[in-house]
T-cell receptor
Framework: SQQGEEDPQALSIQEGENATMNCSYK?????LQWYRQNSGRGLVHLIL?????REKHSGRLRVTLDTSKKSSSLLITASRAADTASYFC????????????FGPGTSLSVIP | NAGVMQNPRHLVRRRGQEARLRCSPM?????VYWYRQLPEEGLKFMVY????????ESGMPKERFSAEFPKEGPSILRIQQVVRGDSAAYFC????????????FGQGTRLTVV
């Protein structure tokens, strides 16, 4: 079964507003990562949060992790048009040999 | 330190031909992951390899698809007798060891089957 599920599927906001995307997963994890993908391009790693962390910041990004609810959120503050992209969460279970599973993504549109 | 390099960036094949996609991981990385992304969809895991070993191929179609990561050289994703449904973007990622650090992605290979 799919590990990560982003919510909402699509989000449209005005420039300057904050954007919040959520990710839920089903099994226990070791790490949760957020990636951005601009249309037709590769993936860019944004931030990794470990299962023993609750919050992490990177510039205008804030990620939270609630392992009891098996969910994470990505907050982009003061959004810019350049933030328009698809955002994916990805999880791994931290076993000796494991793969990263991606959710279907949230498509964010920031309107200038 | 170059990032993950995938080539070609774009590949056009006629139905029935073979497609070979290459992925050179970051220097020092020995773990490679292949993902497929269909238009307007997320990334689907295909296969996870370490040097000379396939660790997990649970996402690989049973037929026509194969992957390798030899001791020397890039990882290769091979699709035999391509069909239109194989048209997609194929991404590879590498990591140094277990994914306790982030996976670094290549720019992808966009395969178009005509």
């Amino acid at each position: 079964s799919q590990q990560g599920e982003e919510d909402p599927q699509a989000l449209s906001i005005q420039e300057g507003e904050n954007a919040t995307m959520n990710c839920s997963y089903k099994t226990s994890i070791n790490n949760l990562q957020w990636y951005r993908q601009n249309s037709g391009r590769g993936l860019v790693h944004l931030i990794l949060i470990r299962s023993n962390e609750r919050e992490k910041h990177s510039g205008r990004l804030r990620v939270t992790l609630d392992t009891s609810k098996k969910s994470s959120s990505l907050l982009i503050t003061a959004s810019r048009a350049a933030d328009t992209a698809s955002y994916f969460c990805a999880t791994d279970r931290g076993t000796s040999y494991d793969k990263v599973i991606f959710g279907p993504g949230t498509s964010l549109s920031v309107i200038p | 330190n170059a990032g993950v390099m995938q080539n070609p960036r774009h590949l056009v094949r006629r139905r029935g031909q073979e497609a070979r996609l290459r992925c050179s991981p970051m220097k020092g990385h020995s773990h490679v992951y292949w993902y497929r992304q269909l238009p307007e969809e997320g990334l689907k895991f295909m296969v996870y390899l370490q040097k000379e070993n396939i660790i997990d191929e649970s996402g690989m179609p049973k037929e026509r698809f194969s992957a390798e990561f030899p001791k020397e050289g890039p990882s290769i994703l091979r699709i035999q007798q391509v069909v239109r449904g194989d048209s997609a973007a194929y991404f590879c990622a590498s990591s140094g060891n277990r994914l306790t650090t982030e996976a670094f992605f290549g720019q992808g290979t966009r395969l178009t089957v005509v």
